[in-house]
């Protein structure tokens, strides 16, 4: 009897898994074909997104794919993190001398030696792989089967990434069906959208989502999690719609930590709103992360100890694409090439809008502009 066994996150679906268990459905030929939304994965932390709709989701994007699937429950019912070789045990048991095929994406493939216990996964069932573009095949010793063909270069990381920067779901990449599943519920950063929309002016709700996108861009050529830089990007001018009072008030209320508070608030108190949105997005979001949390907190005025995170935050602010004066695309290149001298250009310009504006200038920016004349000499 031909087992096929199908387990993923999938924290979403999206059409790179279909069209690999579409293909492996073709080529194997199974007798049934188990389904297995992972409850919580080896090698991730626990997903937000309850097991319930990722389920949902998994019967949605592959029950009409063929006969004799079964969505299975199997690593709910366990509890915890559940390894491979146990849903190969477990298939063993519930099957009378199965032939299991365990279907797995390319990026795993050549990491599967170090699986738990991966000689009793090579004993007891071949593994089957779907290659992506530009994938590099290390040498295998063990049963395995590649599919014909090449399969789209999608990752769930990358949809849930683009899903918060932009609040839109990618139709191209996800099964209208599970894009559904992701409406109905708000999913992935929806429901930060509709807020973002409600409290934020239509310029500057639109700022946040270039702003985000801009981010998820740095990320991948200074090696930051897209998901943080998306967070962080969206999120930075949360509190943006308040008046200058309103920011005062609120910091107070809620005993944020300022520097140079007390002159913030007589000189220039919108400059809260950074430090403000970043409250919020521990405190109204959820966000635990402390580098997305502290890269909100300076994306105005910076600070001498900033991560890349918080580099690519401030440069972002103020060269993405909704910005219209002539520097912001300067610096928006310069960024794609040097971070550090992003930042300088980036720091130069905010003072010089200050200076120009007749405003106070804080001594934070101040104190960042001298620390990078001195690293850059």
């Not at 409600?198 to 639109?206: E, S």
């Not at 300067?330 to 040097?338: F, H, K, M, S």
Request: hydrophobic letters at 45%; charged letters at 20%.
């Amino acid at each position: 009897m031909k087992v096929l066994v199908f387990g993923g996150s999938f924290d979403p679906v999206h059409k790179g898994h279909v069209a690999v268990l579409k293909k492996a459905l073709a080529v194997i030929k199974p007798d049934i074909t188990h389904v297995v939304p992972a409850y919580q994965s080896p090698f991730k932390a626990l997903s937000p997104t309850p097991f319930k709709l990722r389920m949902q989701m998994a019967k949605a994007a592959f029950g009409k794919l063929g006969k004799n699937i079964v969505f299975d429950d199997y690593e709910l019912k366990q509890g915890g993190k559940t390894y491979s070789y146990q849903l190969v045990q477990y298939l063993l048991q519930r099957y009378e001398q199965p032939e299991i095929y365990l279907l797995a994406g390319t990026d795993c493939l050549n990491d599967l030696h170090h699986w738990k216990n991966p000689q009793y996964i090579f004993k007891h069932a071949t593994v089957v792989a779907g290659k992506r573009r530009g994938f590099t095949e290390n040498k295998v010793d063990f049963k395995h089967i590649f599919l014909p063909g090449q399969f789209p270069k999608m990752s769930s990381t990358r949809v849930r990434a683009h899903i918060l920067a932009s609040g839109a779901i990618p139709q191209e990449k996800v099964p209208a069906a599970v894009g559904q599943v992701i409406l109905k519920n708000d999913l992935y950063g929806l429901d930060v959208h509709r807020w973002l929309q409600a409290h934020l002016k239509p310029n500057r709700y639109l700022h946040s989502v270039k702003v985000a996108e801009l981010c998820a861009i740095l990320s991948d050529i200074y090696e930051v999690p897209v998901g943080q830089a998306v967070q962080a990007g969206i999120l930075h001018d949360a509190a943006k719609g308040f008046s200058g009072p309103e920011l005062i008030a609120f910091c107070k209320e809620h005993k944020i930590k300022v520097p140079f508070f007390e002159d913030i608030c007589r000189f220039e108190p919108l400059l809260l709103h950074s430090y403000a949105s970043a409250w919020l997005a521990q405190h109204h979001f959820g966000v635990k992360d402390k580098d997305v949390l502290h890269a909100i907190a300076e994306h105005t005025l910076g600070s001498l100890q900033m991560s890349t995170l918080s580099k690519i935050l401030f440069v972002a602010d103020i060269s993405s694409k909704d910005r219209k004066y002539k520097d912001a695309f300067v610096i928006r290149t310069l960024a794609a090439q040097d971070l550090e001298k992003a930042l300088l250009y980036a720091a130069n310009r905010k003072l010089w809008f200050t200076i120009d504006s007749q405003k106070w200038l804080c001594p934070v920016g101040i104190e960042l502009w001298n620390h990078l004349v001195k690293c850059a000499a």
